[in-house]
T-cell receptor, first 105, second 114 residues
């Protein structure tokens, strides 16, 4: 099956800093999604982005399908951005292990 | 409904007991997924339905796990003879086919086997 690798596994930021999270995948896919899992465990859909670039406020994402990676950018981070960020790929949505983000005030 | 609804929110089962977990997808959503998330881990794929058809059950960890979606809407994940390693959060997600909006997750059922 498709292998999904996310990096870094852990990230600690000071409030206001920018960050880039990466998702590599082992095979071509026509589905890719980024999620944020908040401290209460709810998975929130951030972007459905099998290719191209999307932006939503302080968050943006880019997927380069031909090179099998996607990037999630968080600008001007806030404490509420803390949690785990997952990418999921493929029609059956296989998840990576996630990046745990902690934003300190 | 407005979102994906899962029940119960919490379930404590004695080892050996059977449990049934329910997922109510968003109305009209064709695709439905079940995941198992152990503490500190990412969600692990269990099974996938398109309408009432179970198209992929490769992630079910043993024959004690069974999922159904008989009318193509509500789905039930059943675990027979629960064991301690079954303790996890069970997540359900749904989507339209070919959606550009992605998949929506429920809040999950936290199963604890004692």
């Amino acid at each position: 099956g498709i292998q999904v690798e996310q990096s870094p596994p852990d990230l600690i930021l000071q409030e206001g800093a920018n960050s880039t999270l990466r998702c590599n995948f082992s095979d071509s896919v026509n589905n890719l999604q980024w999620f944020h899992q908040n401290p209460w465990g709810q998975l929130i859909n951030l972007f459905y982005i099998p290719s191209g670039t999307k932006q939503n406020g302080r968050l943006s994402a880019t997927t380069v399908a031909t090179e099998r990676y996607s990037l999630l950018y968080i600008s001007s981070s806030q404490t509420t951005d803390s949690g785990v960020y997952f990418c999921a790929v493929g029609n059956d949505m296989r998840f990576g292990a996630g990046t745990r983000l902690t934003v300190k005030p | 409904g407005a979102g994906v609804s899962q029940s119960p929110r919490y379930k404590v089962a004695k080892r050996g007991q059977d449990v049934a977990l329910r997922c109510d997808p968003i109305s009209g959503h064709v695709s439905l997924f079940w995941y198992q998330q152990a503490l500190g881990q990412g969600p692990e794929f269990l099974t996938y339905f398109q309408n009432e058809a179970q198209l992929d059950k490769s992630g079910l960890p043993s024959d004690r796990f069974f999922a159904e979606r008989p009318e193509g809407s509500v789905s039930t994940l059943k675990i027979q003879r629960t064991q301690q390693e079954d303790s996890a959060v069970y997540l359900c997600a749904s989507s339209l086919i070919g959606t550009v909006d992605g998949y929506t997750f429920g809040s999950g059922t936290r199963l604890t086997v004692v």
